[in-house]
T-cell receptor
Framework: DQQVKQNSPSLSVQEGRISILNCDYT??????FLWYKKYPAEGPTFLIS?????DKNEDGRFTVFLNKSAKHLSLHIVPSQPGDSAVYFC????????????????FGQGTILTVHP | KAGVTQTPRYLIKTRGQQVTLSCSPI?????VSWYQQTPGQGLQFLFE???????NKGNFPGRFSGRQFSNSRSEMNVSTLELGDSALYLC????????????FGEGSRLTVL
């Protein structure tokens, strides 16, 4: 049961343009969402997060949007740079309740972003 | 601050053998989690330890086990290795539980022949 899905395995974008990475989830218990970036031969690094009480969070070139009713979130990168080329994982967690899901990150399959110069 | 350190970085085993992977978290971090990354399944949660206690476990068979020591260092063990256990095993640490903001190591790449 894939509770977090990234339906686009890859995305190719021209430098300077916007990159939009999408993620859908099914578990309504998730209350905190994160994006991680992963370069080859390195571990994932935390990029940006959003609480379920918000619909937008911005950090420099990166903005995450959350649509709770649609159970959908997206990551916007503007402007895209060649150094942004990496695998992007969306992840979700039950952060504010106990139970068996607490503390466990559920990841999507990842989207390979390639930014062309 | 030193990052999360995982050893060994690469290893090759044969079916039926067992393997132990080690993780040293960032100093002061008390929560350690383990994830398995494979091309087909993405990143999957194995287990989480906090204060030497397993707090959460993913949907993996009992061949996968782990522990955490009093200095927060953690080990995971896989017994009776199968070909499908070939994967990148990632350890992550965080100062507390539940925020999801994890600091990952570079991983241990296990190949089972």
């Amino acid at each position: 049961d894939q509770q977090v899905k990234q339906n686009s395995p890859s995305l190719s974008v021209q430098e300077g343009r916007i990159s939009i990475l999408n993620c859908d989830y099914t578990n309504s218990m998730f209350d905190y969402f994160l994006w991680y970036k992963k370069y080859p031969a390195e571990g994932p690094t935390f990029l940006i997060s959003i609480s379920s009480i918000k619909d937008k969070n911005e950090d420099g070139r990166f903005t995450v949007f959350l649509n709770k009713s649609a159970k959908h979130l997206s990551l916007h990168i503007v402007p895209s740079q060649p150094g942004d080329s990496a695998v992007y994982f969306c992840a979700a967690i039950v952060a504010n309740a106990g139970g068996t899901s607490y503390g466990k990150l559920t990841f999507g399959q990842g989207t390979i972003l390639t930014v062309h110069p | 601050k030193a990052g999360v350190t995982q050893t060994p970085r690469y290893l090759i085993k044969t079916r039926g053998q067992q393997v132990t992977l080690s993780c040293s978290p960032i100093s002061g971090h008390r929560s350690v989690s383990w994830y398995q990354q494979t091309p087909g399944q993405g990143l999957q949660f194995l287990f989480e330890y906090f204060s030497e206690t397993q707090r959460n476990k993913g949907n993996f068979p009992g061949r996968f086990s782990g522990r955490q020591f009093s200095n927060s260092r953690s080990e995971m063990n896989v017994s009776t290795l199968e070909l499908g256990d070939s994967a990148l095993y990632l350890c992550a640490s965080s100062p507390t539980r539940g925020t999801g903001e994890l600091f990952f190591g570079e991983g241990s790449r296990l190949t089972v022949l």
